[in-house]
Nanobody, 122 residues
Framework: QVQLMESGGGLVQPGGSLRLSCAAS????????LGWYRQAPGKERELVAS???????NYPDSVKGRFTISRDNANNTVSLQMKNLKPEDTAVYYC????????????????WGQGTQVTVSS
């Protein structure tokens, strides 16, 4: 069983900063990519940032230059530093892990955290 425990989030004024953290655990072979997604009311869930085991990061244009993702492979944690937040960043943010469950199986499985609310408002 895989667990993703998120922390951080909350209410912040436009231009402010927040940091989200996620601790991944489970009796599995390896966590492949770790990432953050978000879902605003009435919208589809979208990728915010992801990072591979080797540290290759990916961001959509909407957050590039403002958000930074990092991971600690030794502790299976991933963090998202968000700066210069805008009202349109308001959403529930979800930690995501792509898991390789066994060494002999190359399939990936998606696991999700429970979500944490980020509200950007004055």
């Amino acid at each position: 069983q895989v667990q993703l425990m998120e922390s951080g989030g909350g209410l912040v004024q436009p231009g402010g900063s927040l940091r989200l953290s996620c601790a991944a655990s489970g009796n599995i072979f390896r966590f492949n990519a770790l990432g953050w997604y978000r879902q605003a009311p009435g919208k589809e869930r979208e990728l915010v940032a992801s990072v591979t085991v080797r540290g290759i990061t990916n961001y959509p244009d909407s957050v590039k230059g403002r958000f930074t993702i990092s991971r600690d492979n030794a502790n299976n944690t991933v963090s998202l530093q968000m700066k210069n937040l805008k009202p349109e960043d308001t959403a529930v943010y979800y930690c995501n892990a792509k898991v390789r469950r066994f060494s002999w199986e190359y399939s990936e499985y998606d696991y999700w955290g429970q979500g944490t609310q980020v509200t950007v408002s004055s």
